[in-house]
């Protein structure tokens, strides 16, 4: 980002990432519908967001059963009735839902909510909240701060930013180097690969994943789409 920023200090940045489980990380203490029971927890057993503790340099303290201990902590902005925790139930009636006292906490396995049923399950009803919703990542929050927009890519689709195009042009040039012992050899060896991508292969590998982007946007799916970019000769 300080990069981008100091070369192109007038411009605006979008940043494009993965759908990798690192890059969608909340911040500890995030609104989430996970792990919530769905009443009031008994006397003694408060429910609360479970947190690694660490110390002021960042580093995980252990436990003396060599485990990371652990904390509870409050969710975001919650608030308690008499300092305990309402539970999924209470505040979706809050929010002016009747009767959830009857829906079931969590649909399972793996929410499996039936489509078309209005009050599937707390949990379900809770994760499409607004608030709940529209939670930002670390990340997100990181790159807002420095006034960098972030975009994330849908799952699996790797096609779809032409970098990673030029990684895999860049390995398999580095595959068919010869091997060494040599640190400096293999140094070398790992700035040729990258350097033999020149820019007119970047051009291609972009054109490519506008390619599919296109053909996702008309609607192709799998073989359809690739089909269209054999067709174009990509
Ligand atoms: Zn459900």
């Known amino acids: 980002m300080s990069i981008v920023q100091k070369h192109w200090p007038n411009e605006d940045h979008i940043f494009i990432f993965n759908n990798a489980t690192t890059h969608l990380k909340h911040p500890n203490g995030s609104l989430s519908a996970c792990k919530m029971p769905k009443g009031t927890p008994k006397v003694g057993t408060n429910w609360g967001v479970e947190v690694t503790v660490r110390n002021s340099e960042g580093k995980i303290i252990y436990g003396v059963d060599g485990k990371p201990t652990k904390m509870k902590i409050c969710m975001g902005d919650g608030t308690f009735e008499d300092g305990i925790f309402k539970g999924m139930a209470k505040i979706l009636e809050e929010r002016g839902y009747d009767n959830m006292v009857n829906v079931r906490a969590e649909c399972r396995p793996n929410f499996t909510c039936k489509p078309g049923v209005k009050h599937y399950c707390c949990r379900q009803m809770l994760y499409n909240e607004p ?18 927009s972030v975009l994330f890519l849908p799952k699996f689709h790797c ?5 990673e195009q030029c990684w895999g042009h860049a390995k398999r040039v580095y595959h068919q180097m ?8 293999l140094a070398k060896n790992l700035v040729d690969a990258l350097e033999s991508v020149t820019v007119e292969q970047m051009w291609k590998y972009a054109c490519c994943s506008h ?9 192709l799916m799998g073989k359809q789409g690739h089909g269209q970019l054999e067709k174009a000769g990509l």
């Open 159 to 163: 096609k779809l930013t032409f970098i």
């Open 211 to 219: 390619r599919f982007m296109d053909a996702y946007k008309k609607g």
């Open 178 to 185: 010869l091997p060494s012992p040599s640190k400096h050899d």
């Open 131 to 148: 608030d709940f919703v529209n939670v930002k990542s670390t990340l997100e929050l990181a790159a807002e701060s420095q006034g960098i």
